[in-house]
């Protein structure tokens, strides 16, 4: 039962964009929250940005104003855009899904299985 689907990582110089793609099964995307999160070897995974189905999104600080987390109702799909990317931004991209009532404040229900982003200085 596959659930959260992404794409879209890669390599890319620092100061280039990418934009990540997570598509949900539409029993998860419709009701609930969605997010991204990064992990790098030896830590656990942070949150990097977050959007609820009313469209309320979060941001970590250190990449607010840079990245956009932003959903497609039609596509069963969460993006998130990637700008101004820094050797900081590495690692590894995965997405999220919570149960419905849920949100970034508790671990997340659903994961995919992660997209590997490197920023090259």
């Known amino acids: 039962q596959v659930q959260l689907v992404e794409s879209g990582g890669g390599l890319v110089q620092a100061g280039g964009s990418l934009r990540l793609s997570c598509t949900a099964s539409?029993?998860?995307?419709?009701?609930?929250?969605m997010g991204w999160y990064r992990q790098v070897p030896g830590n656990q995974r942070d949150l990097v940005a977050g959007?609820?189905?009313?469209?309320?999104?979060k941001y970590a600080p250190a990449v607010e104003g840079r990245f956009t987390i932003s959903r497609d109702g039609a596509k069963n799909t969460v993006y998130l855009q990637m700008n101004s990317l820094n050797p900081a931004d590495t690692g590894v991209y995965f997405c999220?899904?919570?149960?419905?009532?849920?949100?970034?404040?508790?671990?997340?229900?659903?994961w995919g299985q992660g997209t590997q982003v490197t920023v090259s200085s």
């Open positions: 539409d029993r998860i995307f419709r009701l609930n929250a």
């Open positions: 999220a899904g919570w149960r419905p009532g849920r949100t970034w404040a508790w671990a997340a229900d659903y």
């Open positions: 959007i609820v189905s009313g469209g309320i999104t």
